[in-house]
């Protein structure tokens, strides 16, 4: 059974603050991951995308894989009102033709 | 360059009343998915069409959608007999090919009354 799971959250944090967000997945065959940002009403807006264990790094936006514990996160450094949205995680499962999308974690950044 | 665009932006139709929404690739992409957001709820895969390979309609909820795209351009996704629970934002993506980042269109807000 393919599975993507983030927690729904809101997840609040104070202006400034570092954000982590979290999506753990089921395949550990699976290849390629992803970070999608969702402001409400608009369409998701790809942030991140990482292939190899590790860290990448891409202005405020931090994303780290960890196959092994099926494990992948998103770090947003100087968190700012306007990061106010929906996060959604996206995994390719080995074995599918398309991305599983996690269902999203609301993020709330307060000034 | 030019991202996914699609149309119309807003559709409202009549129970009963068959709809076709439009979906334009990135110019390149040989990959091309639709999914459906219901108000509130995460993303549902649909359908997926790579090059000129058989689509994966995996994910069509009913035998009311079908979905066409002539080798790597334009998609329709069709919707017969709507009902008020296919009310929903029909969301276009494509990508290089199924392993790179999919890039979405702005939706079709579909609202059946």
């Known amino acids: 059974q393919k599975e993507v799971e983030q927690n729904s959250g809101p997840l609040s944090v104070p202006e400034g603050a570092i954000a982590s967000l979290n999506c753990t997945y089921s395949?550990?065959?699976?290849?390629?991951f992803f970070w999608y940002r969702q402001y409400s009403g608009k369409s998701p807006e790809l942030i991140m995308s990482?292939?190899?264990?590790g860290d990448k790094e891409d202005g405020r936006f931090t994303a780290q894989l960890n196959k092994a514990s099926q494990y992948v996160s998103l770090l947003i450094r100087d968190s700012q009102p306007s990061d106010s949205a929906t996060y959604l995680c996206?995994?390719?499962?080995?074995?599918?033709?398309?991305?599983?999308f996690g269902k999203g974690t609301m993020l709330l950044v307060s000034p | 360059g030019a991202g996914v665009s699609q149309s119309p932006s807003n559709k409202v139709t009549e129970k009963g009343k068959d709809v076709e929404l439009r979906c334009d690739p990135i110019?390149?992409?040989?990959?091309l998915y639709w999914y459906r957001q219901r108000l509130g709820q995460g993303l549902e895969f649909l359908i997926y069409?790579?090059?000129?390979?058989?689509?994966?309609k995996s994910g069509l909820p009913s035998d009311r959608f079908s979905a066409e795209r002539t080798g790597e351009s334009v998609s329709t996704l069709t919707i017969q007999r709507t009902q008020q629970e296919d009310s929903a934002v029909y969301l276009c993506?494509?990508?290089?090919?199924?392993?790179?980042?999919?890039?979405f269109g702005p939706g079709t807000r579909l609202t059946v009354t």
């Open positions: 993506a494509s990508s290089q090919d199924q392993f790179y980042e999919q890039y």
């Open positions: 395949d550990r065959g699976s290849q390629s």
């Open positions: 990482i292939y190899s264990n």
């Open positions: 996206a995994v390719k499962l080995a074995g599918y033709s398309t991305l599983t």
């Open positions: 110019s390149g992409h040989t990959a």
């Open positions: 069409f790579q090059g000129n390979s058989a689509p994966d």
